[in-house]
């Protein structure tokens, strides 16, 4: 069966200080591999979205970058942090385009 | 711009009634529409899904009807029960990207 590992769980981190988000996805071979971010209440909104190891595509411009060293593994990250960036980090897996997501249980991230 | 609006915001209805959720788009090179659900403190996870080659589709008490025409699709939740009392979302993404492009979601509330 398929994993999908987030980590952290939650960061409280300071303005201005980097950032490193993971996931990894267990059991799946060569999966699409997705971050989204949620505000508190709010949409989904979908910042990368990765088809192989080396490769990222970006949705948005959020001052955030991403990366994919492994086949299983998806990083997100920021060399410096704005308030405007808490909320819930979701990472997901899908098969193909335009196929079934599964989402990880996501980290909470607080910018104070 | 692509975007997915849904209405209403906020939904209640009482347990047993049919609970009608809607959604719109605008990009006619969307071609696939899934509905995702939130329950509180959880991640989304995907409820039933259509591509415009139907205009219905069932899965128990959900269905989604789609009007390809009108760029309009809803989703009727019959026979309303407590636990599916959650955050609905629509999606959609064009054919073959890496974008799933999400509403702003519908909370429904049902009452027992």
């Known amino acids: 069966a398929q994993t999908i590992h987030q980590w952290p769980v939650a960061e409280i981190k300071a303005v201005g200080s980097p950032l490193s988000l993971g996931c990894t996805i267990k059991?799946?071979?060569?999966?699409?591999l997705y971050w989204y971010w949620q505000a508190t209440g709010g949409t989904l909104q979908q910042l990368f979205y990765?088809?192989?190891?080396?490769?990222v595509e970006s949705v948005v411009q959020l001052n955030l970058s991403a990366s994919r060293p492994k086949d299983d593994q998806f990083i997100l990250s920021t060399e410096k942090l704005l308030l405007s960036h808490s909320g819930f980090y979701l990472c997901?897996?899908?098969?193909?385009?335009?196929?079934?997501?599964?989402f990880g249980h996501g980290t909470k991230l607080s910018v104070l | 711009q692509q975007q997915v609006r849904q209405s209403p915001q906020s939904l209640t209805v009482w347990e047993g009634e049919t609970a009608i959720l809607n959604c719109s788009y605008e990009?006619?090179?969307?071609?696939?529409f899934p509905w995702y659900w939130q329950f509180p403190r959880e991640s989304p996870a995907l409820l039933i899904a259509?591509?415009?080659?139907?205009n219905k589709k069932e899965d128990g008490r959900f269905t989604i009807f789609f009007n390809k025409r009108e760029k309009k699709l809803s989703l009727h939740i019959t026979d309303s029960q407590p636990g599916d009392s959650a955050t609905y979302f629509c999606?959609?993404?064009?054919?073959?990207?890496?974008?799933?492009?999400f509403g702003q979601g519908t909370k429904l509330s049902i009452k027992p």
């Open positions: 059991g799946k071979s060569s999966p699409n």
């Open positions: 990765s088809i192989t190891v080396g490769q």
């Open positions: 990009d006619s090179t969307f071609d696939y």
């Open positions: 999606a959609a993404s064009p054919y073959n990207q890496g974008k799933l492009i």
């Open positions: 259509i591509r415009p080659v139907s």
């Open positions: 997901a897996w899908g098969q193909g385009a335009n196929e079934r997501l599964f």
